[in-house]
């Protein structure tokens, strides 16, 4: 393990062996690209993401499962699938090959789908004796729109044991070495949890070159005595480097930094990771062997399945409107928040059997390829929020695809228990309209018109520190390329700031209702009706209510889900449950406060619409010295 401080830049270790698939030149070999797993890492995650018993009796381990008389066990299942379409699509590989080890009497087949989720046997072996080793072989011809493959186990009057099931092509090119970088902030136990999870599957590690910590946090990681197993864990693949906070963006790109430096960057790919997801191993070896076939360098990112609800998908491939501030838009086809054990309406597996293309993919996983750096430059140093998504588009501009690779997966906090109203929706605010500048026609009117809309929500359902969040945003991203000179990291104290004069920015716990709400009456729930018929109607109407000091109600408590802006408005004052669900929020209506935001708001939409068009232009401008690795160094405070 190195460790690195502050102010050097020592190059990674290349003490770490690179996995032992790797072909020499002109030499090919089977590339395992994905194992037959039967059981999640973890007893918290439903093991029929991995394998399903459709009858009979059978014992399911990580990587084994038993038949009993009578059953029969298929991995039709998001882990489970080979998802041939995208294979199809993205590589030239023409067929893959799969092996397992099995004992008993029983039977084993290769099943494929088609478009329309209808099946197939691809290829079958009845199997009746001695221990033996079956090799199944499948052409990937006829999965451009839609299809996967998966295994299908069965016995009769016998038992049978299957293990070591691998899914393997072939390659005669060099595989490109894989150094993984995980960013991390205050979130000590769920990072050294990351790293054990990599540490205690060496078969999945063996695909990766150096692990790169980048602690920007203040309860550093080397603080722990846990750290110390781990990093005895991981040996000299280790490298831990303290760095002040940059956000996500400075982290992330730390490693690229690192990884992409001089000679060492040829043939090597580097792979993103979140420092709080629960890790399934399996994504190494699924990344880096799709990444090692496809026809041209790509972007590879695993997908993001909900932490508190690990069987649902939060989305399978997804686009964003950077005028209009909204990401995680679904691509046409495309599964969101998708219950992976659910059944359709024929009451076929919930699979991704379409192949739908995205338009980015978040950076919770996922693999750039060293040529991608040096074709695109780095990240902007965005500090966090619409780093990945700004990358992901810029690297569709210069002809280069994302792939949200389907089965290849890590469970991430839910982002629909993530409050709206944070102090972070500053960098989402400001980083969408630099986005903009940079990649779309930035129609200042269209985005007037989006911005107009969010601050007169935000003032009619007492969301005042929103309010000042979405000027202060509006007027940080007129400074132009200045606003970035030091990697945002101003910014992100300052925003904290400003929204500390807004009480109702403030979670409290349950313990404090009391205080609030001495009168439990005052607590009384009142969910949302309908929605309005007319938006524009219903705002006129609270807007009026504000202006003359009424309310449909002097108070209520208000669920999470009702909390929309046409019903939080009938409120004098409303407490508000945190989309956590671990406390409340208090608005309360300040007619004062309101006019003074929507009048600051007025004037800087003023400016927006007169120097919007100079500031994207700058922006543009300056992009290739803003991604530079100079500026990155610079940012560093390390010499090239």
């Given amino acids: 393990m190195l460790r690195t401080p502050e102010t050097t830049s020592d190059s990674p270790s290349s003490a770490a062996e690179p996995h032992p ?17 039967f059981f999640g890492p973890m007893p918290t995650v439903p093991e029929d993401l991995y394998s399903v018993v459709e009858q009979g009796i059978a014992r399911r381990e990580r990587e084994r499962v038993h038949l009993t008389p009578g059953t029969r066990v298929s991995t039709n299942t998001y882990f489970g699938r080979f998802h041939a379409t995208y294979w199809h699509r993205w590589t030239t590989v023409p067929e893959v090959e799969v092996t397992a080890v099995l004992s008993g009497t029983g039977r084993i087949r290769l099943m494929a789908s088609d478009t329309n989720k209808v099946w197939r046997i691809a290829a079958a072996r009845d199997i009746d004796g001695e221990r033996t080793t079956v090799r199944l072989v499948a052409p990937i011809d006829r999965f451009i729109d839609g299809g996967g493959m998966w295994i299908e186990l069965s016995t009769e009057e016998g038992e049978l044991t299957a293990s070591d099931v691998r899914w393997t092509v072939a390659t005669g090119r060099p595989v490109p070495r894989t150094d993984l970088v995980i ?23 063996s695909r990766i070159g150096t692990v790169q910590v980048v602690d920007q946090g203040s309860d550093p990681l080397e603080s722990r005595p846990r750290f110390a197993e781990v990093s005895a864990a991981l040996g000299e693949r280790l490298r831990y480097v303290r760095q002040p906070n940059l956000g996500g963006a400075g982290g992330f790109t730390r490693g690229l930094f690192d990884a992409t430096a001089g000679e060492r960057s040829e043939h090597r790919d580097v792979l993103l990771m979140d420092d709080d997801v629960l ?25 993001m399945l909900n932490l508190l609800h690990p069987a649902h998908l939060h989305i399978s491939a997804e686009y964003a409107d950077p005028e209009l501030l909204t990401v995680g838009m679904p691509m046409p086809g495309a599964l969101k928040e998708a219950y992976l054990l659910g059944l359709d309406e024929r009451m076929l597996p919930t699979n991704q059997e379409r192949r739908v293309d995205t338009e980015y993919n978040g950076w919770w996983s996922c693999l750039i390829p060293a040529e991608v750096v040096a074709r695109i430059g780095y990240p902007l140093p965005l500090f966090f929020q619409w780093d990945d998504i700004e990358y992901g588009y810029r690297a569709r501009a210069h002809g280069i695809p994302t792939v949200a690779l389907p089965g290849a997966g890590v469970w991430h906090a839910d982002f629909g228990w993530k409050d709206w109203d944070e102090w972070h929706r500053y960098f989402n605010m400001r980083n969408g309209l630099i986005t903009a500048a940079l990649h779309t026609g930035f129609s200042t009117r269209r985005i007037l018109r989006r911005l107009g809309q969010l601050l007169a929500q935000y003032l009619v359902a ?15 991203f007129l400074l132009g390329p200045d606003a970035l000179r030091d ?7 300052e925003i904290r700031k400003v929204r500390a004069a807004y009480a109702e920015t403030v979670m409290h716990p349950m313990s404090e209702l009391p205080e ?7 607590a009384t729930v009142v969910l949302a009706a309908n929605e309005p018929g007319s938006e524009r109607l219903t705002w006129l109407k609270r807007a009026a209510y504000l202006a003359l000091g009424k309310a449909v109600r002097p108070t209520g408590f208000v669920p999470a889900g009702d909390a929309h802006w046409w019903h939080v408005s009938t409120f004098e004052r409303a407490i508000v449950t945190d989309m956590s669900e671990q ?13 003074g935001l929507a009048r600051e708001g007025a004037r800087v939409f003023r400016r927006f619409l007169a120097e919007g068009p100079a500031a994207a232009q700058a922006y543009r401008a300056e992009m290739g010295r803003l991604t530079s690795r100079a500026n990155w160094a610079r940012l560093y405070g390390v010499d090239e």
């Fill in 21 to 37: 698939e790797v072909a020499a030149a002109g030499s090919p070999t089977r590339l395992v690209v994905q194992r037959g797993l």
């Fill in 183 to 205: 960013c991390t902030f205050n979130r000590v136990d769920d990072c050294l949890n990351t790293l054990q999870a990599m540490a205690d599957d060496p078969d999945a590690l």
């Fill in 279 to 303: 890790l399934e191993p399996e994504i190494l070896v699924r990344l880096t062997g799709f990444a090692a076939s496809t026809a041209q360098p790509m972007i590879v990112g695993g997908q």
């Fill in 462 to 476: 007492m969301n005042y520190g929103l309010a000042a969040t979405l000027i202060k945003a509006v007027e940080d």
């Fill in 487 to 493: 990697g945002s990291a101003a910014a992100a104290a």
């Fill in 516 to 522: 609030y709400a001495p009168d439990f009456r005052e």
């Fill in 583 to 595: 406390g409340f929020r208090v608005r309360t209506r300040d007619r004062e406060t309101a006019l």
